[in-house]
Every structure is written in C-alpha cells, then in structure tokens.
C-alpha cells in the first residue's frame, strides 16, 4: 500500500485532484444510490399513503358531521322496508293469507267454501304463488269480498272468477287468488 502511495504522491498535481473528485463523486454516487434514493422512495410511498388517509379522513369527517341526518335517514329506510315487506313479505305464509282472506269473508257475509295452495312461480327477484278459491254469498257480498281482499295490506290478486253455480241469492263462485312475496329463490 506504501508503494501505491508513494507512486500516487509522484503524480502531477492534477491527476491527483482527478482522481480525488473522481472518488468523492463514486462515494456520492453510491450514497445516493443505497440511502437517498431509498429514502426518497420510502417518502414518496408514505407521502401517497398520507394523501390516501386525509382523504378516507375528511370522508369520514363528512359521514361524521352529517350524523344525524344519516341516521335519520336509516331510520327512514328502515320504516320504509318495513311497509314494503308487508306488501312482499320474504315468506310464503300461506297461513296469513287464509287468516286474511277468512277474516274478509266472514265480514262481507261470504262462506268460503275451499282453498287451495297451487303453484309457486319464480318470476325474477320475487315469487308468485297461486291458490284456488271456491266460496259463495250474494252478489253484492261475493263484489265487495273481493273489493276488501284487494285492498289488503299483503298484495293479493283474485283472477279467473268463474260463477259456477248463479241461482236465487246465493252464487258460488270459483277463482284464482295469487299473493307474491320478495325472493325469487326457493
């Protein structure tokens, strides 16, 4: 190393400054390599991350001062859904819509003489299902029956009336009652 130090001092004073600047130049270069440039990108990561959580921050910081309304708002959401499953309720209940429509028949002097469950049909994302009816009063009674089944609050149509028997003041009649309900699967 001695001889190389000493063949080095023997060199013109500008080779030596060369080659100085040279070295200092590879010791940055290779400091900026291995510790800055990792660093800048360890920045940039944590600067693209920062922007990421001020943002998720002053989204959060809206839903926060609108509180209230949101909750108002689910509130609101909540009775509505409760409406519309009376109208499409998840379940078939065939049971509930035999209670409904005995209630009604007995309230417009109509004797219900059957009632049959049929078929369920899958129409999409809800369900139809169909019964068969069979009862008998008057006319006035049998219209306003199926006036009161109508106007239930479970949507219920009552299709395909047949008189089968039409005689004095007693009619029978047969019809298709159909009831829907929210699902289409099952």
Same mark, same amino acid.
């Given at each position: /190393?001695? #001889?190389?130090? !000493?063949?080095?001092?023997? $060199?013109? +004073?500008?080779? +030596?400054?060369?080659? *100085? ?15 800055? %440039? %990792?660093?800048?990108?360890? /920045? ?9 959580? $001020? ?5 959060? $910081?809206a ?9 108002? $708002?689910? @509130?609101?959401? #909540?009775?509505?859904?409760?409406? @519309?499953?009376?109208? *499409? ?10 209670? @409904?429509? %005995? ?10 003489? !059957? ?12 369900? !139809? *299902?169909? /019964? ?5 009063? !008057?006319?006035? #009674?049998?219209?306003?029956?199926? #006036? ?10 009552v299709?395909?009336?047949? =008189? ?10 047969? @019809?298709?009652?159909?009831?829907y /309900? =929210?699902?289409?699967?099952?």
């Open positions: /190393m001695n #001889d190389f130090l !000493s063949q080095f001092e023997k $060199q013109p +004073k500008a080779l +030596k400054i060369g080659i *100085l600047c040279f070295l200092l130049l590879l010791i940055a270069f290779v400091e900026y390599q291995f510790f800055i %440039s %990792s660093r800048n990108e360890v /920045m940039n990561k944590n600067e693209k991350e920062i922007a990421k959580l $001020q943002k998720d921050y002053s989204e959060s $910081q839903i926060a001062d609108n509180l209230e309304n949101f909750i108002a $708002q689910v @509130a609101f959401l #909540d009775e509505e859904l409760k409406r @519309a499953l009376l109208l *499409l309720p998840n379940e078939e209940d065939i049971q509930g819509v035999l209670r @409904a429509v %005995s209630k009604e028949a007995n309230i417009t002097n109509v004797r219900l003489i !059957s009632f049959k469950p049929q078929s369920r049909a899958n129409k999409g994302f809800y369900s !139809s *299902l169909t /019964m068969t009816i069979k009862f008998e009063g !008057s006319f006035h #009674d049998i219209a306003k029956f199926i #006036d009161r089944v109508g106007k239930l609050k479970r949507i219920i149509n299709s395909d009336i047949v =008189f089968e028997r039409v005689g004095g003041k007693s009619h029978t009649v047969s @019809a298709k009652a159909t009831t /309900m =929210f699902g289409g699967n099952a």
